[in-house]
């Protein structure tokens, strides 16, 4: 079937529709396959010639060095990474080459293409938690592309590496795909993952090839250096075809204009998608979580005529390998026309060709959108739409579509080095083997730096070594920050649902709360303290919880102070003690308060990193009087919490803020923004180093926010301490409107920083 515009014309007549513009397409740009290709992979391969990146990927492996390639979705990077490695195996069966990959899906999906391909003398096995005992010594004896995931890595191979001995001695390449995925503090984990890695391959005598796959991001050779500590080559001259493409940003409509209300994005969602798979459009629709992506699909199913309806069908996680491979072979086919998923299926799962991507809520960053929309458009012209949630956020780029469709792709940050990452990956490289001066040059000097201050490592003549009886990797995941965790245990079957950080527990799985895992609501029965769990069960009430909190905030190192915005601006090192004091039962329906509980738990308390900035008295005049000032404070730490994730690739989770009208260190009206993980990751560094762009978007933010005195699309966070008490609209866009214009003329004196 021929897709045009005229296919979906009518549905975006609506005043729903804030903002259309169309993609032009582009064509392919080719390059021929490689002279020097083995000449029994050229006969393996289907086609004759490569686009340009593919080939300049290649081009580069060859030349032995490291890559990073971040093209768009669909783009052939699968192919790009792939080809050096089988070449390099036609060549000598015995090189080995290990993937990396984030899910178990992902690397099913590449065990599938690998043997689809059918290159000579490719022998790829699937390594993971599922892979049963008796296969594992069988894969380590004779599959040459071996595919696992870091937390495999972690604590199933690099503790055990005699095992893996002729693995490790083999190792010609390590490919790591979907790169950008690795940020923040898993990130940071698989940064050390990586660095133990590469140690092991020398000590074994190896010196491979790192090959990284990544979606568009800002900073794809950072990445790549802070990731494994390489200087890697960067592709990002995307040469593949693109159909034109139509881009839609749709804004359901103001029910409350004070309170910020709109109609419901899921039931706007779902009748645009109604409306384009009865017109025979394959369309995709991606949600934030599983009870959403289910809710669309039901509201989408109600609406269309029963043989269209069993053409649809919902895709999530929580599917048994079979479920998913048929959905997916059903897609592929065009046996189904429209699928509901969860950001799942956002990463590069091969799902055919697709006309329609609907995104329900901005998915947190401009990188995930672009993989999202990415899937639009495979069989001619394509349609992308974002229908916004209440989100401030989201608001913003309704109204301000340039901010979202001119902007660069945001940075991917982490932070290997974060002393509460790094001490557990330097205890388990000294069980893999001494730790001497020789590893600065894969594990880092920041590696050998705590291996000498760190009690249960003892120096001897080969280096330092592990003391402990147990090995040290098994003590950690490398999704947290901190050992200190709480399990989420569904009281029926006495499943583990997950884990949060002893900081975060007492605020998201407080006895009563409403916590949310993988798009499933559970209510919390009881926090056992002492055995450090939280019994849930399934929950299906009309309400969610909010934790009140008391928080401090103490300065503990200055590293950088400048002059920025006509005020001091600072980035350091602070200690946040918070205690939670109650919770509120909050209505879905219209966030009006149910209920307020008091809670009786313990204090926390952990160091990390963070910016300060000073308000002059001049900034602040008819705003210094009490309560006035707090509320200005306030509402500004809130809106640019708000927007920090369009400059660093986070989520406004990861943030955590502090106003206040004096400071006990500062004895002046301060806002402290701080990274909510133990140790930090980088993010609010990130934050200090655009702090005049940052300021800017989150007064425009405001200015076009329709309230009046403030509302969940602006200054309200659904994770306030405070509940949202004391937040003043006004005076925050007075303050932030003045920090611009100070920031105006600092450009224009030519006024310098020092840090």
Not at 130 to 158: F, S
Not at 216 to 236: R, S
Not at 245 to 251: A, E, F, K, P, Y
Not at 313 to 320: D, K, S
């Amino acid at each position: 079937m021929a897709v045009d515009a005229a296919n979906w014309a009518d549905l975006l007549e609506g005043e729903e529709v804030s903002h259309v513009e169309s993609v032009p397409p582009a064509d392919a740009r080719t390059a021929a396959l490689p002279e020097q290709l083995h000449p029994l992979l050229r006969e393996a391969l289907p086609f004759d010639e490569l686009y340009v990146h593919q080939r300049a990927a290649f081009d580069a492996a060859a030349r032995g060095e490291n890559l990073i390639l971040a093209t768009g979705t669909a783009s052939g990077k699968s192919l790009a990474f792939n080809l050096p490695v089988l070449d390099e195996i036609a060549r000598q069966p015995k090189s080995r080459a290990l993937y990396l990959y984030p899910t178990k899906a992902l690397a099913q999906d590449q065990a599938r293409a690998l043997a689809k391909l059918r290159a000579p003398n490719v022998r790829a096995a699937i390594y993971d938690g599922d892979t049963p005992t008796e296969r594992r010594w069988q894969i380590r004896k004779w599959a040459n592309v071996i595919l696992t995931n870091p937390d495999m890595l972690h604590i199933g191979v690099l503790p055990h590496h005699d095992r893996w001995a002729d693995v490790l001695h083999n190792l010609r390449y390590i490919v790591i795909d979907e790169a950008h995925v690795y940020r923040g503090v898993f990130g940071s984990h698989v940064g050390n993952v990586l660095r133990r890695l590469r140690r092991l391959a020398r000590i074994y005598g190896a010196d491979p090839q790192l090959l990284f796959a990544s979606a568009t991001i800002a900073n794809p050779g950072e990445l790549a250096a802070d990731l494994a500590g390489v200087a890697a080559t960067v592709v990002v001259d995307d040469a593949a075809p693109r159909a034109e493409r139509t881009v839609v940003l749709w804004n359901p409509g103001l029910i409350d204009a004070e309170l910020g209300l709109r109609a419901s994005a899921l039931g706007d969602a779902s009748r645009l998608m109604a409306g384009l798979v009865s017109r025979g459009l394959r369309t995709i629709c991606f949600a934030k979580s599983r009870k959403s992506a289910e809710l669309i699909h039901k509201f989408t199913a109600d609406r269309v005529d029963p043989e269209t309806a069993a053409r649809l069908a919902p895709y999530r996680a929580g599917y048994t390998p079979a479920q998913r491979r048929d959905i997916e072979r059903r897609l592929v086919e065009g046996e189904l026309l429209g699928v509901s998923a969860t950001d799942a299926l956002e990463l590069g799962i091969d799902i055919g060709l697709l006309d329609c991507a609907i995104s329900v809520g901005f998915p947190g960053t401009v990188a995930s959108l672009r993989q999202q929309w990415g899937r639009a458009g495979r069989r001619g012209h394509g349609l992308a739409v974002l229908v916004a949630s209440q989100d401030a956020l989201d608001q913003y780029f309704m109204r301000e579509p340039e901010t979202l469709l001119g902007r660069r792709v945001e940075a991917a940050i982490l932070d290997h080095a974060n002393p509460r990452v790094l001490d557990g990956h330097v205890r388990a490289a000294a069980f893999e083997a001494p730790i001497d001066d020789a590893d600065r040059a894969t594990l880092g000097d920041e590696a050998l730096e705590r291996a000498a201050d760190l009690p249960d490592l003892k120096e001897t003549k080969s280096g330092y070594v592990w003391a402990g009886r147990d090995y040290p990797a098994g003590r950690f995941g490398l999704r947290s920050t901190t050992p200190d965790t709480f399990g989420i245990v569904e009281a029926q079957s006495g499943t583990v649902l997950g884990l949060v950080e002893r900081e975060r527990a007492y605020s998201t799985v407080h006895e009563g709360a409403v916590y949310l895992h993988l798009g499933e609501s559970y209510l919390v029965r009881e926090l056992a303290l002492q055995t450090r769990t939280a019994l849930v069960t399934p929950y299906k009430g009309d309400y969610y919880t909010q934790a009140k909190k008391e928080t401090d905030t103490a300065i503990e190192e200055t590293l950088r102070t400048e002059r920025r915005c006509g005020l001091e601006l600072s980035f350091g090192r602070i200690s946040v003690t918070e205690r939670v004091v109650a919770y509120q039962k909050k209505s879905v329906r219209d966030q009006s308060t149910l209920e307020t509980v008091e809670l009786d738990l313990p204090e926390t308390s952990f160091e990390t990193e963070a910016i300060w900035y000073v308000p002059e008295p001049e900034q602040l005049k008819d705003l210094e009087q009490m309560p006035k000032l707090l509320g200005t404070l306030h509402a500004a730490e809130h809106s640019m919490i708000a927007l920090l994730p369009l400059w660093a690739m986070c989520d406004r989770w990861d943030i955590g803020g502090l106003s206040t009208n004096i400071h006990f260190q500062t004895n002046r009206p301060t806002v402290f923004i701080y990274d909510g993980h133990a140790g930090g990751v980088g993010i609010t560094e990130r934050g200090f180093n655009a702090f005049e762009g940052w300021v800017e978007d989150t007064a425009r933010m405001l200015e076009g926010c329709p309230c009046t005195d403030g509302c969940p699309s602006c200054v309200q966070s659904p994770k306030c301490g405070n509940l949202n008490e004391m937040l003043d609209k006004e005076g925050a866009l007075t303050l932030l409107r003045r920090l611009v214009a100070a920031s105006a003329i600092d450009v224009d004196s030519g006024q310098t920083r020092s840090s």
